[in-house]
């Protein structure tokens, strides 16, 4: 079942159009990347799902529910973390997570709680005001996670935690992954993205360049590169190598076919070369190539 | 009701310190009674008339006791009081959005309605009480300090209707107060408009008693409406109450349907 369904939507800010016919889908279960430059429009398109602001155009479904006609049905069933943290300064982290059981009107599990202020070690008396960026961010994953949602959206997560936090952190989601709960992850952090996610959209100036699936994406394709005074391009061209970059003295390619004839030509070729590396495209990669090359065509 | 809850939690500091405050202010003014009522009024009376008129002072012999000259001083109190209401309702909405906070309550499962709805109830319970206990502190005060002979009923009977009239004018300022908060996505200007709205409604009223032209402007001045002076001399004035509920269900519309429609700043 899709949990998060985006038909064509829009968002425009006066003549600005901040993002332009995205549409893709989110299905339950699934742990879900959603990556793009700054103001690439991944903060707008997450701010109209959750309907903190009214789209310009398309249709939005969260858990099967039109937004935002069933605003309050769909939130009582979402967990959010923002990028930038910024609760009530005044309240004591127990109140403020006691205000957000209150809202979805839940008694809450108490030791689940006591289990997860334990895990990010959070001091429940102090005032949120008084607390570092890292722990405002923990203080926002526990009040996203009290009230048992099916679909956690989260934008930059990681930002400010220590990497022992960070581990915790997706541990804990892998967990609810496990049980059936959605995750909508926003990150920059291309490496938590590329080993937690399964699926990911690329968005780019508004416009969605493309979705992958991270199982099936990297490992059929190699990037390749080679080292030396003379770099041979067009031998690299023929077995079907694309060269994405080319510097002096260093050319990488990508390659989707067959290993035993680039083995072959490679071999074939190592005596004019310095160096030869062939390794899996990881996901910095492909975001590097996919931005580059849309870079390249604006230019 | 959490978001009831969160809000006079919010604002329960600031409500004590403009109830103390106005109180040591109330007992203070109220206390030079007795030394005030016994010195000559003489220098005054060469005033212009006008003037008089514009500061509430037309009847000088109404000052040598206590309901004319609590009528008199109370009046400033009472335009603090209205920059009091109307910074209770500036900053309800704006200033979530100028310091995030917001974010967190959209987050939660409350309609937008509910948002403005529960602010609103909560303000004006605040409002209320501000307003109450002031009530009380003076009313005390000015039977403590009355001239001998004067009646406690009297008193009591003129301090029932400055009391609700106050209510109507706080409430007409909170709610204007809150139209402007959801219009506006920041409180930085939240200070300055309260200000702006209570002294140029003030001066509204100033120029409508003065000129018998510009009289229509009394009903634009709920403080005029509800001055002590004119409430113990001619009673509750129902045509600026009627007003005030006007603007005060016609504010509180609109209110809700901009917030309805507005976007989260991003």
Not at chain 1, 218 to 234: C, F, M, S, W, Y
């Amino acid at each position: 079942m899709p949990v998060i369904e985006l038909n064509h939507i829009s968002k425009r800010f006066g003549k600005f159009l901040a993002v332009n016919d995205v549409s893709f889908t989110v299905e339950q279960g699934e742990f879900f990347g959603f990556i793009g430059p700054n103001g690439a429009g991944k903060s707008t398109t997450m701010n109209m799902i959750l309907n903190f602001i009214k789209r310009s155009g398309g249709e939005i479904k969260v858990l099967g529910k039109n937004v935002p006609e069933h605003d309050l049905e769909v939130k009582k069933r979402i967990g959010y973390v923002p990028s930038d943290v910024r609760f009530y300064p005044q309240l004591r982290v127990q109140d403020l997570i006691r205000y957000t059981l209150d809202f979805h009107h839940m008694k809450g599990d108490q030791a689940e709680i006591a289990r997860y202020c334990d895990l990010f070690q959070i001091d429940v008396k102090k005032k949120f005001g008084n607390l570092s960026l890292g722990n405002k961010k923990k203080i926002a994953l526990v009040c996203a996670l009290v009230h048992h949602p099916e679909l956690i959206i989260m934008d930059e997560p990681t930002n400010g935690l220590d990497p022992l936090m960070h581990a915790r952190l997706f541990r804990i989601l892998k967990e609810k992954q496990k049980q059936g709960v959605t995750i909508f992850l926003s990150s920059h952090n291309l490496k938590e993205v590329e080993d937690y996610c399964s699926k990911i959209a690329f968005i780019r100036s508004g416009k969605l360049i493309g979705i992958e699936d991270l199982a099936q994406m990297n490992k059929k394709v190699k990037i390749i590169t080679l080292k030396g005074a003379h770099l041979p391009i067009e031998q690299m061209a023929l077995i079907g190598a694309t060269c994405i970059k080319k510097t002096d003295g260093e050319a990488r390619f990508s390659y989707e076919k067959n290993l035993t004839q680039l083995f072959s030509t490679l071999s074939n070729l190592s005596e004019t070369l310095d160096d030869v590396t062939v390794t899996n495209r990881d996901l910095e990669e492909q975001f590097m190539t996919m931005y580059e090359h849309q870079e390249g065509e604006r230019l | 009701m959490t978001l009831f809850r969160l809000e006079c939690k919010t604002h329960i500091k600031t409500l004590l310190i403009w109830i103390i405050v106005v109180a040591a202010l109330t007992v203070g003014l109220v206390s030079l009674f007795p030394a005030m009522k016994d010195m000559g009024l003489d220098q005054m009376k060469s005033l212009p008339k006008d003037m008089m008129k514009a500061f509430n002072l037309s009847d000088l012999g109404a000052l040598t006791t206590i309901k004319g000259y609590f009528g008199y001083e109370y009046q400033y109190v009472m335009i603090a009081t209205g920059i009091f209401a109307a910074m209770l309702g500036t900053n309800a909405l704006a200033r979530e959005e100028a310091e995030g906070t917001i974010g967190y309550l959209y987050a939660q499962p409350i309609s937008r309605i509910s948002i403005v709805g529960w602010k609103m109830a909560a303000h004006s319970i605040l409002y209320t009480l501000y307003w109450l206990i002031s009530m009380v502190v003076a009313f005390f005060t000015c039977v403590l300090f009355k001239e001998s002979g004067a009646s406690v009923s009297g008193l009591f009977k003129d301090f029932v209707q400055l009391s609700f009239t106050g209510w109507i004018m706080g409430l007409t300022f909170l709610a204007v107060g809150f139209l402007l908060s959801a219009i506006l996505s920041s409180n930085k200007s939240a200070t300055s408009l309260s200000l702006g709205l209570v002294f140029l409604t003030f001066i509204f009223g100033v120029v409508g008693k003065m000129n018998d032209d510009f009289e229509t402007l009394i009903f634009f001045s709920p403080v005029d409406a509800a001055l002590p002076s004119s409430v113990f001399k001619d009673g509750i004035e129902w045509k600026y109450i009627v007003t005030d509920l006007v603007v005060i269900v016609v504010s509180a519309l609109l209110s809700l349907w901009i917030y309805r429609r507005k976007d989260l700043k991003v």
